[in-house]
């Protein structure tokens, strides 16, 4: 009933940049939150960054003053800049949103987007 699509990974140097994008489509009537969460391999899934529909933010410490999340609520759509990458930010990258579906019942469904590979390496 929603998809969620990622676009923007691939690989970059360290100190490189890369930005990535989601957007949400299907029988939506509002979107809460819509966030950023990444999976380094053998490692636990973790947030990233998440913006509510009014604006506010959340950051991991890792990746506080170097990552930017934006959001075009018209679009459906969701960013995230991210600004002097690291080695350790390797992961794919996975798109979340809490959304209300049209004509369904007054509470959210979580979803997720099928992920985006972010390789930082020289």
């Known amino acids: 009933q929603v998809q969620l699509v990622e676009s923007g990974g691939g690989l970059v140097q360290p100190g490189g940049s890369l930005r990535l994008s989601c957007v949400a489509s299907?029988?939506?009537?509002?979107?809460?939150?819509m966030g950023w969460y990444r999976q380094a391999p053998d490692k636990q899934r973790e947030l990233v960054a998440v913006m509510s529909s009014g604006g506010s933010t959340n950051y991991a410490d890792s990746v506080k003053g170097r990552f930017t999340i934006s959001r075009d609520n018209a679009k459906n759509t969701v960013y995230l800049q991210m600004n002097s990458l690291k080695p350790d930010d390797t992961a794919v990258y996975y798109c979340?949103?809490?959304?209300?579906?049209?004509?369904?019942?007054?509470?959210?469904?979580?979803?997720w987007g099928q992920g985006a590979q972010v390789t930082v390496s020289s």
């Open positions: 299907g029988s939506i009537f509002s979107i809460n939150a």
């Open positions: 979340n949103a809490g959304v209300q579906i049209t004509g369904g019942p007054p509470y959210e469904y979580d979803y």
